[in-house]
Each structure stands twice: as C-alpha cells, then as structure tokens.
C-alpha cells in the first residue's frame, strides 16, 4: 500500500480548482478529511464522496486529508487526488514497484 509516505499537496486556490493536502496517520486511525468549500451546503456531501472513492479505490487508509475547493468538477477533485496520493509516495493500483 504505502512506501515512505510523507505529507504533500496538490492543486490550487483558483476558481474552478481544489488543493488536497495529505498526511499519513498512524496505523489504525483511519481516513480523516477535513472539507471547506465555497459550494459546500449544495456540493459538500458529493465531494466527500469522490476523495473517499478515490481513496478506496487506491486502498488507502489510516491518512489525514485537507481539502479546499474552489468549485472544482468531479474529473479535477478525482484527479488532483490520485496526484496528491502519488506525490505522498503511496503505491497506486497499476504502478510499477
């Protein structure tokens, strides 16, 4: 699952983008994502849903997630997270050892 995982971050503070900045949490802790967004009473519950998929998906547990969005779409809170997990040196599914 994780190789050397350190604290990272991806994106921006533009409009239309999301920053997502990761840390490792110690085993057993669990997935925490903290959320602040400018659409967060219409779209809180939708964005949450995506890091989380992503996240399972990626079979990544037991890390803290930050997440401020700027009215980010689907496809850019997806890929700004696989970024941020890949920059934290988490092993994704199709990569080479």
């Known amino acids: 699952m994780a190789n050397n995982v350190r604290t990272a971050q991806a994106g921006t503070l533009e409009s239309n983008d ?8 110690p085993a057993g802790s669990g997935i925490q994502l903290d959320l ?7 779209y809180g ?12 998906e ?3 547990t037991d890390v803290y997630i930050k997440a401020v969005d700027r009215g980010a ?5 997806r ?3 696989l970024a941020v997990l890949g920059r934290a040196g ?3 599914k199709g990569e080479l050892v």
């Open 90 to 92: 988490f092993l994704l």
């Open 36 to 42: 602040d967004s400018i659409v967060l009473a219409q």
């Open 79 to 81: 890929a700004r997270t």
């Open 73 to 77: 779409l689907d496809c850019t809170i």
């Open 18 to 25: 999301i920053m997502l900045t990761v840390a490792p949490g």
């Open 45 to 56: 519950p939708a964005i949450r849903q995506t890091i989380l998929t992503v996240l399972a």
């Open 58 to 60: 990626s079979d990544v």
